[in-house]
Each structure stands twice: as C-alpha cells, then as structure tokens.
C-alpha cells in the first residue's frame, strides 16, 4: 500500500536536494569561470633575504620565524636554504614578478601561495617533491591525500616549532578538521588525548599520532599497526594472548565492542551492560532476560544490570588462559 | 621462551644504541670546527631555555578529576615545566641542535623528551612517559592481602548459620576499608634514525614500559546461575611490555622499498589470583567449598610475544602512476603454564589436564597492495588490495573443567573443547577522483569486503560498497564537501548453533542442541545495509574570521526477524567559529551535537521449560539513545596594559551526556523505567601573564571543574545490594573543585 511521505522525510528529501542544488550551481560556476593554470615565472628572484625584506618581523604574512626551523638549515644541503637551492621560492616557485609592482599597480601573486584556494596536489606536489620517502610512502592514496588535504593543512612551516609536531598542541591541529572526535575525547570513558585546549590535566600525554600514521599506512584507518587489533596491543600486549579460551569478536576487532576514542560507557564500550552483550547473546536463561529498571533499587537488585553487569562473572571477557574457563570466568 | 627472547632483544636494542652513538661520535669528530671557525659558529647557535617553576593547589580530593593528572589529593603540588634547547643559526654550517623538554615534571604523569639530531644525517630521541589512571578511590572491601596475588578473608570474618549469601556477612561492616585502584605505566622509548647513504636509512624504536598497581575484577565460586557466588576483587598490575621495530629503508629514483621486523614480549610477574570464599554454603556446592576452607583461583593474563617480518615496496613507474605493497608476517605465541583445574584439594579430579600448557599460535600474514595513478590530467586513480590472515594454530582439546572451584570434575562427556578463531579477510577498493574543473572535483568508487572464519556462526560473509563525493575550493574563502556511501553485507548461512556444538565432544550434543535462540544473529556477522553521509563546508570571508560546518549521519540497518541488533544510527553536527576582531583578540567557539540510536529485539528463554523458544509474548525489545552536546568558549587578549606586557584569556567548555534504555516487552515480560544516564561536565579556565621584562614572567590561573554523574548500576549500590555478589561499592564519582596555580617563567 502506498504511504504518504512524512514531513520530517519531505524535509530531508528537500534538504539533500538544496544540497546537490548548491554543488551543481558552485561546480558549474566554477567550470565557467576556470582559467588556465597559472604558469610559473621562470625567473627567481634574488633570494630569501628579498622575501624577508616584506615578510619580516611586525608585517603582514610574516614569514621571518622560518629561519628558526628545520626548513632553513643552511648546511643541510636539502633544505630550501641551502645554498644551492632557491630559499623560500624552492616552495613557492619562481617569483621574481612577485618583487615589483605590475603597471596597474598590482602585486602578482608568487607562483605558489600555499593558499586555501589552490589545489592540493599543485601544493603538495612540491612538499613531496623532497619528502615522498619514509613516512611519506604511503601517502599516495591515502585518506588524507584522497580527501584533497594539503600538506599546509596540517604543517605550519613558517614558525620555530610546527605545531602538529609537537606532542602539546598536536591534538588542536587534527580537531580542526575532526569535530567528532573532539567531543568524543570530553566524554567520561576516553583515552587520555587532550580535548579541552587551556586544562592542564594531560596535555601531552597521548596524541593522535599514538595510534595513526596521518600520512597514511598499509592498514585502515591510518593506524600505526597493519590492524586494528595490532595496534591496541601497542599499548595492551596483556590482551594479545592468544588464550585457549578466547571470545570470537575480541580475536577479530576490538571496536566490535569499544569506541577508540571516548564513549559514556566505560571502559570505552559502544553501550552498556547487559544489553551490549545481549545484541549477540540470548542464550537460555539469565542471558536472555529482559532486564530494566526492575533489576534496581529499590525495585530489586539484579547483577546483570547493576555493578559491573555481566563482566561480574565473566570477566575474562577478553580471553581465559585457565583450563576451566571455557566461560570466561576465571 | 620469554627469557630468552627478552635477551636477544635486549642485545639488538644495546647495540644499535651502541652503533648509534658509534656514528655519532665519528660524525662529532669529523665535523669539529676548528680555531676561528669554532668560535664563530658557538656565537652563531641558538640556546633557548624556558623554566616554569610554580605550584598547583587543588581545592578537593577527587580521583575522578584526577584520572590522568595525578591531581587526586586536596593540597599544594609542584609545578614544573622546561624547555632547554640547542639549535643552530640558520646560516651557522652546524647540523647539530637537541632539545629537553619536560611536562608536568612535578607530577606523576609526567613526560620528559630528549630530542638530539644532525640534521639530515642522524636523529636521536628519548621519551619518558608516566601516565597514571587513577580509577577510583571510593570502593570498599573486607579482603585482606590486596595488591598481592593471594586475598584472604579478615581473621573474625562471620556467617550467620546457614546463609550462604551478602545478607549473611555479619560483620561486613566492621571489616570493609578503602583500597585505590589504580595504575602507572611508565615507559622509555628510545629512537634512532641514521641516513647510512645517499639512499639507505635505518630506523630504530625500542618501548619498555612498565604498568604497576591494581584493578578490579571479579572471582567466581559455582557452576551455574543458582549456585555462582561472586567478590569483586583487586588483583595485582605488574606488567612489562617491550617492543622493538627496526626498518631498513631505500629510497632512489624510482624505487622505494624497505625491511623490517616487530617484536613485542608481554610480561606478568603474577600468573594466577587465588582468594577466600566469603561465602557461607550453598547448596550443591561440595564440601571444603564454603568459607572458611574454599578458595577459588582465577586466571592472571599470560605472557605472550609477537614477532612480526615485514618489507614494503613501491615502483614509480611515470610521474603520473606509482604501485605499493607492503607485506608482513609473524607469529603470536603464548605457552604460559596452565593452572590446576581447581585450587581446592576437596575437589574429586578424576582426568588430569590434556597438556601442561596451551600451546597457543597464531600465524599472520598481511599483503596490502595500492595502485595510484593519474589516468589523464583530471582523472586520478586510487585502487587497493589488502589480504589479512590470521591462523589460529593452537591445539584443540578436550577440557574436562570444575566449574568455579566448587564442584568435583564434569563427566567426560560434558568437557569443553576450545574454538582456535581464525578468519581471512580480504578488502578491495577502486576509486576515481575527477577533477571537473580548478577547486571543484567529483569522486566515486566500489569497496569490497571478504570474511572467512571458523568456528564461528558464519562461514563467510561479503560486503560491496558504493561511494560518491564532491568537493568545492574554487574560491580563496569558502571550500565544501559532501561524501555518500552505501555498503551491503551479505553473509552465508547462518548456523547459530555451530560453535556451541564444536565445543562439545562430537556425538554427546543432539544435532539440534543450540545455546542461543536458532533466530539470534550476532551483528558482526549478519547482513547489514549502511548508509552514511558527511558534509563539510568552511567559509573564511575574511583573513579574521572563519566559520565551518561539519555533519554526519550513518545508518545501519540489520533487518527484522530476527533477534540481537536490528538498527543503529548516528548523527553528529559541529560548528566551529573563529573570529579576531583586533590583532590582539581572539575568540573562537566550537559547538557539537551527537546522537546514537539502537534497537534490539530478544526473547525470554528458559531451559526448564523449552516451550518458551516459541512463545511471542516472551519478546522484548530494547531502544538506547545517546545525546551529547559539546560546547567550548574561549577568548584570548594579549598585549593589555601601557606596557603591553599582559595577557588574559578566558575558556569554558561543557559536556552533556545524557544515555537513555527503554525496555518493552510482551504480555510475559515484567519492565520498569531505567532512570537516564547523565554526564556533564562544566570547566572554566581563567588564566592571565605579565611579563616582568624580556626573560620573565608571572603567570596565574585557575580552573573550575564541576563533574556530574549519574549512573544507576553504582549509585545506592552498596557492597551486600547484590544478594550474591560482594562489590566493592564504589558510587559515581562527582566533583565540584578549583585548580590553582601560580608560576614563574624564565627564559635564558
């Protein structure tokens, strides 16, 4: 029988179309408005301390911190620095119409900005042009190099210390883009990643880069392991095992049962006792019995809702290496 | 076998230290400035030390607010943090620059870095790391001995005749007394990377870490739902864990490849936790089981070690098409000395243990494979291959088990074999992104997904996945994405009694004997329709101010007719704002809201009566919900004041967690309201700095932290409210407190 759509899915309906409306319009725009790309001058400019002229200390798009870094290591003959190479415009491209003045009187930009607008491959083709080795090799293809993130997304070169590398500000960098897991690192069950950016508490003591490689990996999720599995035994080897007795979901992904980043239920579950165990479980008996708000005070006291719920028996629910532990009690 | 290998390690990780510093010292040597030169470039480098020396005082105790910190006790702590850095000038000709930097390092989750380099040539680095987790301090226990692998009941400790449950311990009360539980890991991970030429590098990381202290967990006396008896226990934290990598890496024109190996060796000083049964007799128990003769022993985790192979190769064929694999293969070993079937010489063992130990293996192998290439100048293509083997080769027996401690050997026919899981797992995915024009890019593809297990429900399942995307950055201001997939998992027949039955001796079990109800699918291997969306939009009108969007939304439908999980669904939106009115003002605020919904269905079962696996009215349901709102504030001034020597900043942040259960049910089925689950949060920081010159300066700060909990599974739950089962009776743990903290900074 047909059925009248609902108001809440007329409005979704219309909301994804207003969406698909606004993409078509904005690509079609920017279809007409594509220009060639933007050739690079050819000529270099006199060098860094040109650059620094304009991008000093105190001025606009200051750059001069640059010198402080790794990047401008003048002895190390592959930094952008080094004497045989071409000092800021190694990154940013030949720009010496970049030092004067157009006859309208406009500056040209230099050949690369680095700028939200350009595409990401055009600037991180350059970044990868000295680093496509190492913890780079599997950033092609990767979910970051898929999702057009560019590498000054995340890096910051012209300062002393980039802050996505250093271990106290690392996790502000990646929630500019990773809302979700931001929120999810202030709930009660959590890895200790700092989420609230002036507490003291733990700043530091974890980072994203614990667990992911942000330039990609041979496994999912960008982890730091091949799986997911391997890579909570990073810091969990006691539930490696292998046990005699083991637990199925447990040998073959831990997020079947845990959230990795923070959840209301700990330790890091995806839900709460019994009914968590009981979306797989429903065997005769007490597994199978609806339990609610009848199994707590001062209604009753049922030990499969209050406590620690089922783990108040089977509490090696991670695997039991005892020859009488076939359920995972002991 | 541990030991052993623990010596082995312990040579590599010492040698290559040894070479490292060998190199070291060779470079140091030969690199030495001599004369003039010296002088010049010591003017030349950079020393930038930073010291922040203060104290902390927190206004309550609160294990809670201390978790992570070690800020737990009520009282004046030390604060400490410094930075001592070396680095070159940027046109000095040295490479050499190092840094020390401490965190925390007045309390105990603390963290210290040593990072020293020669830029481009060599890098070493030391990481010290504590981090405690501070549980909870709130729980009560009558046991003696905690902390050690052997707890006894206190000397006095009374049963009332004939009780043989909480309501009989007389004199719980008398006896029952604090105990933290808690634990500090603390590790030292040691990292070296040497160029060793033009093409070759090597890279070397080796993590110790030790976990000491204590946790919960629970000891069981009794073999079936009546006769089970369970204490919540403390059982001793005295854990080390070493893990070694080393990779041998070549890069060169086109070619890039590497070698590697893992090790991982997991140690437990203690193997096994015996305690006292507390509990007075009951009924089918057998004798020598009830206090004050029984004692139950559990399990301790075993000690286990990993050793993993592992190459990757990459070929870039043009600038346009590059190919990758990567490979890896190894072996998890665990062979740690079973434990007798009981502790308790009362018990009648009629069949000793099939083997002295497991025996357990695992052998893993892993290929992955990527294929990117640039079909024309608008088309890119991202095409992946993974295969992921896990061989369960642990030998299969037959355990003729004691069920808790409390009964004397199961017939033979009733002893458990145990299920070695094993499963292969294969993913493939082909993705094109097509650039239509500067800033704006469509982007669409297939996944596929292949389980293969054994002893499991289902022997095979497969997932094909569909997505769609679109991403806009034609203008310098705004940029957006929208992404959309679509997954459908199909799996084999499911026999939900195979792995009940293969863990029986053949023959003993009817064909039709099931644990679960035959209409049970478990959700990781049932089919499943997902869909999920993503939108992303950010919007920068000015250099000064910025705005972005994020939403989310998945949906994973199990289907009816069946019981466990039969939908789930997540939303989740954020907004982050950015705004800097003035060059000394900044504010920004984040906002997000998450909502998780899932729905269960089950039927009440019972053994003494099968009939019931029939009856409709036996149904019921369970609907959980999750909201959560998010919200952080903060404003930053710098430069106040005549002297522009102040800054002050503002932050407040909230959480709200509120978890809704709703349990129906048919005619049968008796259900009461579940009171909500709630969680929130509120924290303000207040901070400020003067700067007394160029070198120093004063900093204050305070934060208000205000934790609520509501949590029915331990809020007026004392230790006896369970009739069977001693707790220790921890309630949820609030707190309402300041942190204060004063501190000088000086840099030299």
Known sequence: MFERPSCLSTIRTMLVLLVYSFFLLAGGTALAAESEPIEAEAEYSRGSRMCLACHGEGRAQAAHEILLSRMAVTADPETPMADDNHGCES????????????????????????????????????????????????????????????????????????????????????????????????????????????????????????????????????????????????????????????????????????????????????????????????????????????GIPPQGASPQVLASQCLNCHNQVHGSNHPSGPGLTR | MISRNHTVLSIIALSCLLFSWACWAQEKTENEPKGEDKKEQKKESVVDN?????????????????????????????????KLEKRPAWNSGDLTRWRFQGWRAGLNSRRFVFDFSQQGKQRFRFDYRQIPNNRFSNGLTPYMGLGGDELRMPVGWEIADGSNNTRGFINLDDYLRPYE?????????????????????????????????????????????????????????????????????????????????????????????QFQNAFGKVGNWEKGVAFPDGFGQMALEPENSYLQFKAYGGFIFNARTRLTADLSWGTMKQDDAFLPYTINPALRVREELPRTNADAKIDTLFFSTRLTSRLTNRLNLVANYRYDDRDNKTPREAYRYIGGDSENQKPKALSRINLPYSYTRQTADALLNWSVARGFSLKGGVEWNDYSRDYAEVEDSNEWAWLAGARLASWENLSASIDYR?????????????????????????????????????????????????????????????????????????????????????????????YRPVEKISLSVFYTHENWDSSQSNRQIYSFDPETIFLEDRNWYADSGDDVDTLNFHA?????????????????????????????????????????????????????QMDINERSAVTLRAESGKLNVDDFALDHVTQDTLTNILTLGQPTQDYDLWLISASWKYRF
């Open chain 2, 181 to 273: 539980i808690k634990t500090d890991r603390k590790s030292i991970t040691l990292g070296y990377e040497l160029k060793i030429s033009e093409s070759w590098d090597m890279a070397i990381g080796f993590r110790h870490e030790n976990r000491d202290g204590v946790r919960n967990t629970f000891g069981i006396i009794g073999y079936n739902m009546t006769s089970t008896r369970s204490a919540e226990l403390i059982a001793p934290v005295n854990w080390q864990t070493d893990n070694l990598n080393l990779m041998f890496n070549y890069s060169s024109g086109r070619a890039r490849f590497g070698i590697g190996m893992y090790a991982s060796f997991f140690n437990n000083d203690d193997t096994a936790l």
């Open chain 1, 91 to 294: 990154c940013h491209g030949p720009s010496k119409a970049h030092t004067r003045k157009a006859s309208d009187g406009s500056r040209p930009s230099p050949a690369i900005t680095f700028s939200p607008g350009e595409p990401a491959e055009l600037k991180n083709s350059n970044c990868l042009g000295c680093h496509d080795n190492g913890a780079r090799f599997h950033w092609m293809g990767s979910m970051h190099d898929i999702q057009q993130t560019a590498c000054v997304d995340c890096h910051d070169l012209h300062v002393e210390n980039d802050p996505v590398l250093a271990v106290e500000s690392q996790p502000e960098v990646c929630y500019t883009c990773h809302a979700e897991q931001r929120s999810q690192f202030m709930r009660q069950s959590r890895h200790p990643v700092q989420a609230a950016s002036q507490a003291t508490s733990h700043l530091g003591l974890m980072t994203c880069t614990d667990c992911h490689k942000p330039h990609g990996s041979a496994g999912e999720a960008s982890l730091v392991q091949n799986t997911i599995n391997e890579t909570c035994y990073e810091c969990h080897a006691e539930k490696r095992g292998p046990f005699v007795f083991e637990h199925q979901p447990v040998r073959e992904d831990c997020s079947t049962c845990h959230q990795s980043h923070g959840s209301n239920y700990a330790p890091l579950l995806n839900g709460r006792g019994p009914w968590l165990c009981q979306q797989c479980h429903n065997a005769w008996n007490h597994p199978s019995t609806a339990y609610s708000g009848t």
């Open chain 2, 50 to 82: 930073e010291v922040e020396l203060g104290l902390y005082y927190l206004s309550d105790d609160s294990f809670r607010y201390g978790k992570y910190s070690g800020l737990t006790d009520e009282g004046v702590y030390a604060l400490l943090d410094f």
């Open chain 2, 486 to 578: 679509h997954s459908d998992r199909d799996v084999d027949e499911y026999i939900g009694n195979l792995p009940f039955q293969q863990s029986y001796l053949p023959g003993v079990l009817p064909e039709d004997a099931f644990q679960n109800h035959p209409w049970q699918r478990k959700y990781n291997q049932t089919d499943r329709n997902r869909d999920e969306w993503r939108l992303r939009v950010d919007w920068f009108p000015t250099r000064d101010f910025n705005i972005g969007v994020t939403g989310s939304h998945w949906t994973d439908d199990y289907g009816e007719g069946h019981f466990g999980l039969n939908e789930a669904k997540a939303h989740s939106w954020s907004l982050d704002f950015g």
């Open chain 2, 636 to 688: 930053g001034f710098e430069q106040l004041g005549a002297r522009e020597n102040l800054t002050f900043g503002i932050d407040y942040t909230y959480s709200y967690v509120e978890s809704q259960i709703h349990v129906t049910g048919g005619d049968f089925i008796e259900t009461a309201p579940l009171p909500a689950l709630k969680n929130k949060l509120k924290t303000w920081v207040i901070y400020g």
